[in-house]
């Protein structure tokens, strides 16, 4: 209620996120307008590649593995001058002029950012044994040449819940 989301909003952020959005949105009483939440590893790593090409109008996307939006604490709004104010006194940290449209929930919530590139490395080792790279969480070169060549359909082998493969 009050918030109208963008067709490419993934509508998912971390319950302390939500409860201090859900403040800032009765505390102000009009509808924001949102164009981005919670992304995932893929749209991350495509939106960076975009900003480095300078495609669609991309000015500024951070390297996949290390946005607040892949751990479900940012947002990007429209109108993000009017709601500044609001924001800030529920917790959001505005970004600032260089990327004006985005606000960090910055009062909780777990730092889950690099989870999601381990996941994809293990991904990755399970259907290429013979092309392993690191399972650090860490993005660089080597995971991005990887991330290029994913099949878009998924891996044929899934994940597993083996006592071996659980992160420490």
Known sequence: RGLNLGSAVMPYMQKPAVDALKRALRA??????MNSALRTLPQQFLLYRWFLLRRCG????????????????AIDISHYSSWRNTLGNSGFRWLGGNDPVHFD???GG???????VRAFQRLWNRNHPNDRIAEDGSYGSNTASRL???????FAIGPSCS????PP
């Open 28 to 33: 102000r009483g009009v509808t924001m307008f």
């Open 58 to 73: 991309i000015s500024l996307a951070a390297p996949p593995g290390s946005s607040n939006h892949e751990s479900g604490l």
């Open 105 to 107: 929930y910055v009062r």
């Open 148 to 154: 290029l060549r994913a099949p878009a359909s998924g």
């Open 163 to 166: 006592s071996q493969e659980r």
């Open 110 to 116: 777990i730092d889950i950012r690099g989870l999601s």
